[in-house]
């Protein structure tokens, strides 16, 4: 049965110069669990809100063609009759929750449908247990965290049993735990009540191995239209930006098929004799590089540390304390990235380095001014024009000297978080720490290899660079030293490829298929490593050599 | 993402009270009654009666320190204005304490003791209609409430849901853009053009944010006609109490303001009753307040 169906759409919004979804015909049936991908600004957002009858009934703009979602036609039925059918979670988990509990939050929509109160009190139990928010029924909303946010917006959405659940970006906020459980809670209720799901989703390794269909979209239209595998092929030969990091491993040891996840990446290297039934070396051997390289970190190095924490406490008035005691050194020209689950207090140290917050105990030293980018680049925006926010040195210094008159708001993502790092960076005096909170939400792979690049060339001219993510390939790509935060103290400071090549959530899908082994984080220094396996050389030293 | 702090603004959060433990149109008719009730008297006795009665449910009710905040940076200065605006301005009484020569436009500025006090009045009793507001701001659910008026008038319901919503939104994001000013080289503007710019980026803002806020509300199909329906809690021993609380109070207030023991006049001359039944009222008006708070059973949420 269909449940969702796209039949030649096209849509322009209000004063654009040109379409932002073209021709687009598609269906989906009841049960199928579909990613939708493409790079930044290619129509995702914009097929997701035509799906739930926001396009074109609250932006306006020209609409063609015909959107059906459970036989209801969105050219005739608003997004009010859409949404008996469809629960939809968009972007930002900050305007998607209207009341000040969640118990009524939940309750809001079965209400809206005229169910009675006792099916009304049932679903949102139910849902509540499902999506394992119990214990939050009774909270504000106004208290939650971000993560906390985007489960209980979820729980919104699915709470009226909804046809189909359309997702934008909803693990963007969420640590790599958390993130594995939604999705995987996702699949859970799409298998057990047969709910369609379409989910966009820039870290495909995350949910390709739940997927049952993926579909990529490229200037409004749809690129491909296939299974996880046959999507891997199509991006592998048209679209490497978007493979997976187990694709793009195996692509580079010439195996095909590509693999939809870290189970099949394993059987498929298994088969090839090039990784072995027994559990490796999971460390590199004292003495090599990598053990060499770590003792140059932190206070053991004898440098004098750019950005030094000395056991930094933040309790709140009538709260918790968000940081206990923490401990961090950064000397100049280091990469660091700081991981650690939501509500770890990772935004709040960052803060705190940047002179925003006082300690309620221990001191923050730096040896300069520390620029700090946080989460919303928008937050830094006060003028009409680009050129009003930052010197023309500093835009040609971010890469934006031809958008002096344009708009901040009209920039994609990318564009507007190197206009904040302009704005950041501009004129007085120079930075000696760049501390940047959560810079990769939203953006495609693409997008995130130019931030690393950009992100490397600061620290190779001195600069020290802190950033707070959850995004561990990105994290392998642009770090060489990983913090490792819990409960507001650093549990775990160390070599980058020691830290996200040993565990499970906090590992790169890389290190994550060769179970740690040569601490290899990324796909090239992965196919290094396998491939190199006749190389006389020891395999730290092949990895060493494969980082970027 | 670290957890949010706590909201500094004043908000409902259930506590374990038993104004909490009433619903909620109960407890704004509590409140309610109290602000009516400091609006009905006007000896000045009887108004710092339903003052400390303010006060003592805002402290029952475990919100004492936050709306002993709000008065210091709002309501006292608001009051001391209003004592002083009616000092300057009022030309009625005789008995001059004070004269201030001539003030131009003003004329020849004279305070007198009954214009002082009169505006002392207007200020307590404008005290104890902003606290018992406050009162029910940190008391009543919201939700509870907007469900209630949806009923009577879905479009103002849903009006109001839309404005509830969005102040918090936009002080959070007004929050953010302060301290992303702050990240500036130079540190952004400061004083009032940088609360300016501020505003203005807010502001700015706001249209794109409530659009996302009316997307969301319209998605849950807020906006269709379909009957509401919620189960209706049983009246509870709290919702007995405080509602009878809340009828004595303007009960009290009518009977004081209609008998010669609340009689109160600051104009030409001060005349007030001081009789052993102004003190009774004065006495009496904390107790029926503050009666229902005895009552501890069944109050956890």
Known sequence: ???????????????????????????????????????????????????????????????????RVGGLDTRSSGPAEIGALAGT????????????????????????????????????????????????LDRATGELSGGELQRVALAAALVARPRVVLLDEPTSQLDPVAGDELIWQLRRLNQESDTAVLLIEHRLERCMAAADRVIAIEDGRIACDRDPRGFLEWAGAERPELQTPAARLLGLLDISPPPAGVKQARATLRRHGLLSAERPEARPAPGTPRARRRRRFGRASGVAAALELRGVWHELRDGPAILRGAELS?????????????????????????????????????????????????????????????SPAALERAGLAGMADRHPRDLSGGERQRLALAIVLDGGEPASVLALDEPTRGMDRAAKSRLAAWLRERAGEGTAVLLATHDVEFAAEFATRAVLLAEGRVIADGPVAELLS??????????????????????????????????????????????? | ??????????????????????????????????????????????????????????????????????????????????????????????????????????????????????????????????????????????????????????????????????????????????????????GGARGARGRIQVLSATVSG???????????????????????????????????????????LIALALLAQLSPAGAFAAYPLLSMALTPATFALALLAPLIALAPFADRRGIEP
């Open chain 1, 1 to 67: 049965m269909t449940v969702l169906e796209f039949d030649g759409v096209s849509f322009r919004y209000p004063g654009a110069a040109q379409d932002a979804l073209s021709d687009v015909s598609l269906s989906i049936e009841a049960g199928e669990f579909c990613l939708l991908t493409g790079l930044s600004g290619s129509g995702k957002s914009t097929l997701l809100r035509a799906a739930a009858g926001l396009v074109p009934h609250f932006h306006g703009g020209t609409f063609a063609g015909a959107v």
């Open chain 1, 89 to 136: 979670v968009l972007q930002d988990p900050e305007t998607q929750l209207v009341m000040s509990t969640v118990r009524a939050e939940l309750a809001l929509a079965v209400e809206n449908r005229g169910l009675p109160a006792g099916a009304v009190a049932r679903s949102v139990e139910e849902t509540a247990l499902a999506l394992g928010i119990g214990g939050l």
């Open chain 1, 330 to 390: 950064i000397c100049a020209g280091e990469a660091v990235v700081l991981m650690g689950r939501n509500g770890a207090g990772k935004s709040t140290l960052l803060r705190h380095a940047a002179g925003l917050l006082e300690p309620t105990r221990g001191t923050v030293r730096s040896s300069g001014r520390v620029g700090l980018l946080m989460q919303n680049p928008g937050d830094y925006f006060l003028h009409e024009r680009a050129g009003d926010e930052a």
């Open chain 1, 502 to 548: 040993g565990g499970w959530y906090f590992a790169t899908e890389t290190a994550r298929i060769l179970d740690g082994a040569g601490a290899a984080l990324l796909p090239a220094e992965g196919a290094r490593l396998l491939r190199g396996t006749g190389d006389p050389r020891p395999l730290p030293e092949l990895i060493a050599e494969a980082r970027p």
């Open chain 2, 1 to 186: 993402m670290s957890a949010r702090a706590r909201p500094r603004v004043l908000a409902y959060r259930r506590r374990a009270t038993p104004l909490h433990a009433a619903r909620a149109p109960v407890a704004a008719a509590y409140g309610g009654a109290l602000a009516t009730a400091a609006l009905i008297v006007d000896h000045p006795l009887l108004l710092l009666a339903l003052g400390i009665a303010v006060l003592g449910a805002a402290v029952a009710a475990g919100v004492g320190p936050e709306l002993s905040r709000a008065a210091r940076r709002s309501v006292i200065p608001m009051l001391l204005l209003t004592v002083l605006v009616n000092a300057i301005v009022s030309r009625g009484g005789l008995t001059v304490i004070a004269r201030l020569g001539d003030w131009g436009v003003l004329g020849q500025v004279d305070v007198t003791l009954e214009a002082v006090v009169s505006g002392l009045v207007l200020g307590l009793r404008l005290l104890v209609v902003s606290l018992a507001c406050l009162l029910v701001v940190c008391t009543a659910n919201p939700d509870e409430l907007l469900f209630a008026l949806r009923r009577l008038s879905p479009h103002s319901a849903l009006t109001a849901t839309l404005t509830t919503r969005l102040i918090p939104v936009l002080g959070e994001d007004a929050r953010r853009l302060a301290e992303a000013q702050r990240c500036r080289p130079d």
């Open chain 2, 206 to 248: 706001a249209l794109e944010r409530s659009l996302d806020v009316a997307a969301v509300l319209e998605m849950r199909g807020y906006g269709s006609a379909r009957r509401v329906h919620r189960a209706r809690a049983p009246r509870s021993r709290h919702d007995l109490a405080f509602g009878a609380s809340a009828v004595g």
